[in-house]
């Protein structure tokens, strides 16, 4: 069955350095990948979607890339601000036509410091 | 605009007490919809979703039942609840199979 793993330890940086948090995956490819926000006693917030043709995708200061020779996604935040101190969540289709079931990863808690 | 609704935001029921939790999505027609629960420090695990009305397929065998009654309601619920269903519980909508859109999420707490 499909993995996901993603850093369960807290990624500390400072304020205006690039974060970049890491999505391994080891069963099949999946069609598209997604990444979440989730800050503490709230619900998910979807951030981008990267399908399995596309390298790279930018969003403000989000870039999310897919690679599936390695199996793995990169989820980068540029000038990083407080603000985006959160859990980031990786999610893969699982191929299951049309329900839109998605597996999720256990997230990575990033700490940006001041 | 699509909204989506949770209640209630905290829950504490004793151990052996029926369940009952609601979602409903407003600005959307015919929407999957998912049931999630998330425990302290884990990751999201998804325990039922509908492609319809009437139509629920259940990911994790458990003393929990879903059911949709209309199109835009997704109801949990549990004749007797177990002290590992408590949890944070996320229902969330989607079109089309993509991204997903998910509600404030109900905190269970089972004594």
């Known amino acids: 069955s499909q993995k996901i793993e993603q850093n369960s330890e807290a990624l500390n940086i400072q304020e205006g350095k690039t974060a970049t948090l890491t999505c391994n995956y080891t069963n099949y490819s999946p069609a598209y990948l997604q990444w979440y926000r989730q800050d503490p006693g709230r619900g998910p917030v979807f951030l981008l979607l990267?399908?399995?043709?596309?390298k790279e995708k930018r969003k403000e200061r989000l870039k999310v890339t897919f690679d599936t020779t390695l199996k793995q996604s990169l989820f980068h935040i540029t000038a990083s601000q407080p603000a985006d101190s959160a859990t980031y969540l990786c999610?893969?289709?699982?191929?299951?036509?049309?329900?839109?079931?998605?597996?999720f990863g256990q997230g990575t808690t990033l700490q940006v410091k001041p | 605009s699509q909204t989506i609704h949770q209640w209630p935001a905290t829950l504490v029921q004793p151990v052996g007490s029926p369940l009952s939790l609601e979602c409903t999505v407003e600005g959307t027609s015919n929407p999957n919809l998912y049931w999630y629960r998330q425990a302290a420090g884990r990751g999201l695990q998804l325990l039922f979703y509908?492609?319809?009305?009437?139509?629920i397929s259940s990911e994790v065998p458990q003393n929990l039942s879903a059911s949709r009654p209309q199109d835009r309601q997704f109801i949990l619920s549990s004749k007797k609840l177990l002290l590992s269903d408590s949890g944070f519980y996320l229902c969330?909508?989607?079109?089309?199979?993509?991204?997903?859109?998910f509600g404030p999420g109900t905190r269970l707490t089972v004594t």
């Open positions: 969330a909508w989607s079109v089309g199979g993509a991204e997903q859109y």
């Open positions: 999610a893969l289709e699982t191929g299951s036509g049309n329900t839109g079931k998605l597996i």
């Open positions: 509908s492609v319809g009305i009437g139509q």
């Open positions: 990267i399908r399995e043709n596309e």
